[in-house]
């Protein structure tokens, strides 16, 4: 019964989940993940940004380039509801949502990610999301996405409501 609230220990997939594989390029990604910073590749040459990470830039060819740490917000670019568990561990996980996931900052790159934290059926193409840590080990964190309130224009607002129940877990 974690509560819906920023911090460390919430866990939205269990342990069986298939971790996403570091490599030489994407390490320093993963590693950034660790310390739960959303970062996105630029090049230091133009500022063009890349995601998955690579060793060249693919709009002049540098070979330089640094991590550029994004502020954890974005956007649904688009998504999938995953309905059939693949593995048998994941049965009492679905229905759950992969995403494409637009980060605020990141130029058009998109991270393939979950939206977490809500009933899948909420989730829409265009809905703002805000990245939650999952830590899965002592040597991995992912992001994960869950909605986050729309800005309010003018003034008024204040509801934080609607980001409780839903998990689906057991
Ligand atoms: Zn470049």
Redesign the pocket.
């Known amino acids: 019964m974690a509560p819906a609230s920023a911090g460390t220990g919430e866990r939205f997939f269990p342990d069986e989940m298939p971790s996403p594989a570091a490599n030489a390029e994407t390490a320093g990604w993963w590693e950034a993940c660790l310390s739960h910073r959303l970062v996105v590749q630029r ?6 940004t890349r995601h998955p990470p690579g060793p060249v ?6 070979l330089s ?1 640094e991590w550029s740490e994004l502020p954890g917000t974005g956007i649904v670019y688009t998504f999938s509801i995953v309905r059939q568990a693949f593995l048998p561990a994941l049965a009492g996980t679905v229905p759950y949502v992969v995403a494409a996931i637009e980060p605020d900052g990141g130029r058009g790159v998109r991270f393939v990610s979950n939206v977490v934290d809500c009933d899948p059926e909420e989730v829409e193409i265009g809905m703002a999301v805000e990245v939650v840590w999952e830590d899965m080990g002592p040597e991995l964190s992912v992001p994960r996405f869950r909605p986050r309130p729309a800005p309010v224009d003018g003034g008024g607002g204040g509801d934080d409501g609607g980001d409780d129940g839903g998990q689906g877990g057991p």
């Open positions: 090049c230091t040459g133009c500022a063009t830039c693919p709009a002049c060819s540098s380039c």
